[in-house]
């Protein structure tokens, strides 16, 4: 596709589940990174990847948060054992250069 | 982030009008980049800006970043409905571009 694919778009999970959530950067993009951007406030960081190597997992706030990208291409976001405080809309972004990034729609969480 | 503060937080003004949104940081800006997002979809990105004293424009958005590099500001000359959705600055504090710290967002309503 032309843009930054992420899926799914909306997701509802109960307190305790873990849940997996899907990034499709653009074609050719080395760098992906995800941002959590929760109600009324700006985007996150958690966690940056140059095509399959994670070179900062700083921002991910504990060790439920697990990211992912082993072909250096899709990437994956997972989320164990789900709280409330995770509820938020996950952004993902890639980028050729370092200057301009291209984010997704994002995905939204919304833990019961 | 408290590192980096936006005002307003929302602003409405008639179409036509001008208006100024500014971005604020308690440290040196090595980059600053203005995004546009509306409800529901991903970040836009407007423009970067790196020098102090740099202004660069895109149509009708103009982004200045002030001499000592702490504050930044978008100017919209007479606005329109499409320029509606929330602002949002992100920063580059010394971590490099693929760590940008984000404001808060400036919600901006045209009211025809």
């Known amino acids: 596709g032309a843009g930054v694919s992420q899926s799914p778009r909306y997701k509802v999970a109960k307190r305790g589940q873990d849940v997996a959530l899907r990034c499709d950067p653009i074609?050719?993009?080395?760098?992906l990174f995800w941002y959590q951007q929760a109600l009324g406030q700006g985007p996150e960081f958690l966690t940056y990847?140059?095509?399959?190597?994670?070179?900062?997992k700083s921002g991910l706030p504990s060790d439920r948060f697990f990211a992912e990208r082993p072909e250096g291409s899709v990437s994956t976001l997972k989320i164990q054992r789900t709280q409330q405080e995770d509820s938020a809309v996950y952004l993902c972004?890639?980028?050729?250069?370092?200057?301009?990034?291209?984010f997704g729609e994002g995905s939204r969480l919304t833990v019961l | 982030s408290q590192e980096l503060e936006q005002s307003p937080q929302s602003l409405i003004v008639q179409e036509g009008k001008n208006l100024t949104i500014n971005c604020t940081s308690s440290?040196?800006?090595?980059?600053l980049y203005w995004y546009k997002q509306k409800y529901g979809e991903g970040l836009i990105f407007l423009m970067m800006?790196?020098?102090?004293?740099e202004e660069k424009s895109h149509e009708k958005i103009t982004a200045k970043l002030d001499e000592k590099k702490q504050q930044s500001s978008l100017h919209i000359t007479a606005s329109q409905p499409s320029h509606a959705g929330i602002y949002l600055c992100?920063?580059?504090?010394?971590?490099?571009?693929?760590?940008?710290?984000f404001g808060q967002g400036t919600r901006l309503t045209i009211n025809p």
């Open positions: 972004a890639s980028s050729l250069t370092r200057w301009e990034l291209f």
């Open positions: 074609s050719g993009h080395v760098s």
């Open positions: 990847f140059q095509n399959e190597a994670q070179l900062d």
């Open positions: 800006l790196q020098k102090g004293g």
């Open positions: 440290k040196t800006l090595y980059g």
């Open positions: 992100g920063a580059d504090m010394g971590q490099g571009a693929q760590k940008l710290v």
